[in-house]
């Protein structure tokens, strides 16, 4: 008899080890508002992009420099990288997530890199060269440090690198609502001046989601909403 329930015992030790670790691999399922938001990410950038990738193709448009090539290429992989991470998460495949992390760490200095060298390599000139220089400094200097943010928080607070990661991306998803010219422009005498209203606006799912499940807005969504807002107000002004 004895022998027999330390055997069972054995047996239920063993189960419970490995369901820990089972749990630990691949993790609970989380809320499906961040792979719906990864796809919205995603779908922007098809959208606001492929206008001019197709006019580039056909012909219409002039062939841009190559390096104009490498950082539509990098981002690209960064907006398809964020919409597959946050599916991974939602279906609790976070052991995937940590693996396909790694690239984060390669991509996103380039990412800065290429920001910065397109910044000085057509550095503008003319009438709207303060509003493009603002806004090119903005997306160095907040992207960097949003990334940086996300980076540092990923091991000890879940909450603020998956915010954090999104909120890098919406630095530069203006380049897309910018070439949505077709949208309304909404009183403004340039699409570019609207197309941060519309930058901005895609933060409110965001501040929506944080009052539902925490019922405040959460420190990197009031951190980054504030930072977004301020140097979208500085752009539409020198324009």
Not at 27 to 54: K, Q
Not at 150 to 175: E, I, N, P, Q
Request: proline share 4%; with cysteine.
């Amino acid at each position: 008899m004895l022998q027999i329930l330390g055997a069972e015992r054995g047996s239920f030790v063993s189960d419970f080890n490995g369901l820990v670790g089972l749990t630990d691999r691949v993790g609970m399922a989380e809320d499906p508002f961040w792979r719906n938001m990864g796809r919205l990410m995603a779908a922007l950038a098809v959208i606001g992009f492929a206008p001019n990738s197709v006019a580039i193709l056909t012909g219409t448009m002039n062939n841009p420099p190559l390096i104009v090539h490498v950082h539509a290429a990098t981002m690209f992989a960064w907006v398809a990288l964020l919409a597959c991470q946050s599916v991974l998460v939602s279906y609790g495949r976070r052991d995937l997530h940590r693996r396909l992390g790694q690239v984060t760490f390669v991509l996103g200095p380039a990412i800065i890199l290429m920001l910065a060298w397109l910044a000085v390599a057509f550095f503008p000139g003319g009438e709207f060269s303060n509003a493009i220089i603002a806004l090119q400094s903005r997306r160095v200097v907040l992207f960097t440090a949003f990334f940086t943010w996300a980076v540092l928080a990923r091991k000890s607070d879940a909450a603020s690198h998956k915010r954090m990661m999104f909120f890098t991306t919406l630095v530069v998803m203006d380049a897309a609502t910018n070439r949505m010219g077709w949208l309304p422009q909404l009183g403004f005498a340039s699409p570019f001046q609207a197309g941060q209203v519309y930058l901005l606006a895609l933060f409110i799912p965001f501040m929506v989601y944080d009052y539902r499940t925490l019922g405040r807005l959460h420190t990197t969504t009031l951190t980054a909403s504030i930072l977004m807002l301020v140097s979208s107000l500085v752009f539409i002004m020198l324009l």
